[in-house]
């Protein structure tokens, strides 16, 4: 019988830094074969993905992870990639984002029967290019879509079960580059200063609140990122300016509406300037309905408690799984997510484990 802990302490030995697989999805994939699995490895570039399958009774539920993790940094007390224990902890790169949720919901397929699928990327710690998105459009073009999808990311905050997503704010990535004229600080009046141009730009994007929240998103936010001259001198008014800036915005916004805002402030104080808009997800919501209600007993059934639903916190792949189906993100305690000493308490694993099994049983069966 497939245990949480013990195929965790495989999967943080694989040192599956982004790209890299480093053989952590062959772990993954002969455990589930070993339970009637059928799998389809799915390489888009030089990302490893692969979608997994054992059909069943009742409703399809499709649980999503990614096996790649962030550079484990230094000053580790156990190695980053030794997969050790200590009084009753596991340490790791990816203990908590994401291989403990993907272990403890392949042991819960150990135990549980149902129509359960898998989706298993190596690029959400990266590009999100060759990941998740090409496997959707693969799962719908075999007739693959399920009828609710589940993200093992770690969003629980202070126990176990306190927090599910049920959406995400939409994120938006904009570069400013306002052009000016070369010239010497003491003879301004041959010089066209662009930080000079470029700040009332910023000044009224700063300045304006763009919304105070909805139902069940906090408001959005624009933040400055980055102002920079390249200037290395004391005497020289720059010629070029160019300002950074994103905004995490909720579903009163979309990524056009708020690329159209940019635009008009621009136009208005410096028709000159360039902007470049990057959309990395828009905000979305799984509104209260059979799929999430399932997983909310569930989690009531193990834990005793109702958690609270929340859209906070960065993007992840659910953005994706959210323009095919409901999708809600629920997984370990996030404290250590990317952090050195990166660690969950098997206890807790073995939860998640007996969490993610009884939701098979409330929405499979």
Sequence with gaps: MISAPALLRDLLRCPSVTPADAGAQGVLIGALEGLGFEVTKLRFGEIENFFAERKGAGKHLCFAGHTDVVPPGEGWSHGPFAGDEQDGVLYGRGAVDMKGGIAAFVAACAHVQGHVSLLITGDEEGEAVDGTVRVLDWMQAAGKIPDFCVVGEPTSQTRLGDVVKVGRRGSL???????????????????????????????????????????????????????????????????????KLNIRFNDLHSGASLTAWLKDVLARHAPGATLQVKISG??????????????????????????????????????????????????????????VDEAVPVAELEQLTAIYAALIREFCG
């Design 173 to 243: 990535n904009a570069t400013i580059t306002m052009p000016g004229r070369q010239g010497h600080v003491a003879y301004p009046h041959l010089a066209e200063n662009a930080v000079h141009k470029l700040l009332p730009v910023l000044a009224e994007l700063t300045g304006w609140r763009l919304d105070e929240g909805s139902e069940f998103f906090e408001p959005s936010s624009l933040q400055v990122t980055s102002v920079d001259v390249g200037n290395a001198a004391t005497n020289v008014i720059p010629g070029e300016a160019v300002a």
């Design 282 to 339: 828009e905000s979305f919501l799984t509104r209260p309905g059979v799929e999430t209600a399932a997983l909310m007993r569930a989690i009531q059934t193990i834990t005793g408690h109702t958690p609270e639903r929340n859209t906070g916190g960065g993007t992840s792949d659910a953005r994706f799984i959210a323009r095919y189906c409901p999708v809600t993100e629920f997984g370990l305690v996030g404290t250590t997510m990317h952090k």
